[in-house]
């Protein structure tokens, strides 16, 4: 393995100057301990860009606790599913954690067609991803 070929290691947690600009379909918030990527809207590949940099900006930093909440998603396709699995990823290569915040049945039945549910576990609220460990 070559020197480029290693990922770089974090160890600061975000700040607010880390925070990509929101977009009208996406903001990331800082909670204590947390940071909150809201996804609105239609969510779709035309936004993969803007949802992947939210979503690095955020997973990232060493021991990152993220909840991504689609609570307010009124579509969302394999691309987004991508995304998630991607984020999901990261945050647990760099000692973090993902959390998913889902309560549309439509979206609960992809992730179940897509083999995900098990794997991102999706909670009904903020307050439920926020108080597991």
Known sequence: MGITDREPT???????QDIP????RI?????????????????????APEVQQ???????????QVIVDLRSTDFLDCTVLA???RAHRQ?????GQLHLVCIRPWHLKILDTAGLRTRLHPLTSLEEATTLE
Do not use: K, N
Not at 21 to 24: L, V, Y
Not at 27 to 47: C, K, M, Y
Not at 54 to 59: G, K, R, S
């Open 54 to 64: 939210h979503l690095d900006a955020a997973t990232i930093p060493v021991g990152a």
């Open 10 to 16: 974090v160890t600061h947690q975000a700040h607010a």
């Open 83 to 85: 995304l998630l699995c």
């Open 21 to 24: 600009s929101p977009g009208p």
């Open 91 to 95: 945050a647990r290569r760099h000692q």
């Open 27 to 47: 903001r990331t918030v800082h909670l204590p301990g947390v940071s909150v990527v809201e996804l609105h809207g239609e969510i779709d590949l035309a936004s």
